[in-house]
């Protein structure tokens, strides 16, 4: 196959991120003291940070692929919803699909980190699933994009609420009449709701909670495979993708295939998940095979991993390790 080819078909493609978008604020300083107030540190701040996260990461991804996403989700409207967007538009990246409503906060994780360990976190959010009429708005948001042209859509759940049952059912129903492919990163809460989705990919311990079923990986690979065959006939999925850590990845279409990991130096596992979804969908849609969407995508994933935080994935770096590699 040539990579540079089928890298070069990314930059054409529209693809929609439907899930929870937040902000991940960072609060970096020094602890040289103790409070004289109560028994906690005292850090002396010295820069702060704000960046796109949870599924806005998936867009970062596509867009650091060359691919033009488009972020559909509720956020608050609130200062931190404003920065959120402005935050969007500085990336590039569309926030067409972003309806913003005064009944729900947005998404704020703020970590606060000394000499790069985090000392404390804060959530500020509302977790409940939205409204009826703010899963009007969006639905409404995502069918006015899909007229303009859409190549694929990824369906990005954080467990914050955007992804209600029947927001994913009306989705799935307008791909499959748009005949466009669907990706997932699923969580536990809807796990089988994305009932004839394309790619269906949760890591291996989101496999396990899923089907509520226990085993161990490495010397058990029947149980494993039972396991995938059980999500394949509740989901009728055409592909499943299955992350398993250190232990590589898992694809299955017509047939199952292993690939193992590259050895790594690995630095931070944070946000590898978001670069595999999108690497895969970009790679799906452009026609790469099944063992070559799992093989490049675990070059992705293992890649950002070597960079502390969550990092997008560079597109000439991970060329250039897939053309070495594969």
Known sequence: MNYRDLF??????????????????????????????????????????????????????????GASPIICSVIGKDNEGDRLMQLFEEANISTEGLYATAQRRTTVKTRVLSSKKQLLRIDSEDTHLITSSEEGQLIQKIKDLLEKGIDGIIFEDYNKGVLTPNLISSVLDLAKAYQIPTTVDPKKAHFFEYKGCTLFKPNLKELKEGLHVEFEFSNDKKSFLDAVQALEARLENQISFITLSEHGVFIQEDEPIFIPAHLRNIADVSGAGDTVIAVATLCLICGADTKNIAAISNIAGGLVCEQPGVVSIEKEQLLNEVIKLL
């Open 8 to 65: 070069d078909q990314f930059s054409s493609k529209r693809i929609l991120v439907i899930g929870d978008v937040m902000m991940d604020a960072y609060f970096f300083g020094e602890v040289n003291r103790m409070s004289p107030e109560a028994p906690v540190p005292i850090v002396d701040l010295f820069e702060k940070d704000e960046r796109i996260g949870g599924a806005g990461n998936v867009a970062l991804n596509l867009a650091a692929l």
